[in-house]
């Protein structure tokens, strides 16, 4: 007689990045954001405007031009930023698989192009009075268009690829290359002579008076803040798109099948 006992096995309870995986578990999440995270943009863009227009000085050099910092600087950070956010998710997609990173890759990426358009936009404004000129091609200008025109390629792809497995990984590779540029965009000030100042934050603190610097870390805030708000809604938009793709590829599907087999029974 075999005493050995059988002890019953349980399947492992997902943990959490497994959890978050599911586009379901997202979307039922992410719907509760939405409307605070909003709320919250709503409000912080107000403080900031409020600070950057009525409650800071003009700048003893540039003046008045300076209030163009206020939306220049946080379009300038949030298009190397969301490409990073791009770069991680190009990782998720590649190494786990994970079902969430192309549709977060796909989502950022005509985010990232518009908040680098803004930042070319409103420095070409702000370089004409301040520097004398409205273009100039130096390292960070440079370095920023070839951002811009990354994304540009990046969204074009997407709308490439009918097969959206393939075609992620494919542009999570592209991703991943042109990862380069953002360093180059960060440290181009310190490499080369560019017209472009240093960093706002150094290791000894802000390079600015708190008067403008206030105003200009609030500004940034509430633009961080948009970025989320309107990713998380373009994320939800994309995994409703597939969803409704899907069943439609399953109503063709199930149509054809079913004419065949009435086709098949009139013979």
């Not at 863009?45 to 003009?58: C, D, E, H, Q, T």
């Not at 994304?151 to 290359?177: E, K, M, P, Q, S």
Request: hydrophobic share 55%; proline share 5%.
């Amino acid at each position: 007689m075999n005493n050995t006992q059988t002890i019953p096995t349980h399947p492992r309870k997902p943990n959490w990045f497994s959890r978050l995986a599911n586009p379901g578990v997202f979307m039922g999440w992410s719907r509760h954001w939405i409307r605070p995270l909003a709320l919250l943009t709503i409000v912080t863009f107000a403080i900031g405007l409020w600070y950057a227009l009525f409650n800071s000085p003009a700048d003893y050099q540039m003046g008045e031009t300076v209030r163009i910092m206020y939306v220049h600087v946080p379009n300038a950070w949030l298009s190397q930023m969301v490409y990073g956010i791009m770069a991680v998710a190009a990782v998720g997609s590649l190494v786990w698989r994970h079902p969430l990173a192309d549709v977060a890759m796909k989502s950022a990426a005509p985010l990232g192009a518009a908040f680098t358009a803004l930042a070319l936009f409103t420095g070409s404004l702000w370089g004409r009075p301040t520097w004398g000129t409205f273009w100039e091609w130096d390292g960070r200008m440079t370095s920023t268009l070839v951002l811009f025109l990354m994304y540009i390629g990046l969204v074009a792809l997407w709308n490439t690829f009918a097969d959206h497995a393939r075609g992620a990984r494919i542009i999570a590779i592209f991703t991943l290359v042109g990862a380069i540029n953002i360093p180059i965009i960060k440290f181009s000030v310190d490499w080369w002579n560019t017209l472009h100042q240093p960093s706002i934050v150094t290791a000894r603190g802000l390079t600015m008076p708190a008067s403008i610097a206030t105003p200009l870390l609030v500004m940034m805030l509430a633009f961080t803040l948009l970025f989320f708000t309107l990713h998380f809604i373009a994320m939800r938009t994309e995994i409703l798109r597939r969803r409704a793709n899907t069943l439609e590829r399953q109503h063709v599907l199930a149509t054809a099948a079913a004419n065949k087999q009435q086709a098949a029974s009139d013979d």
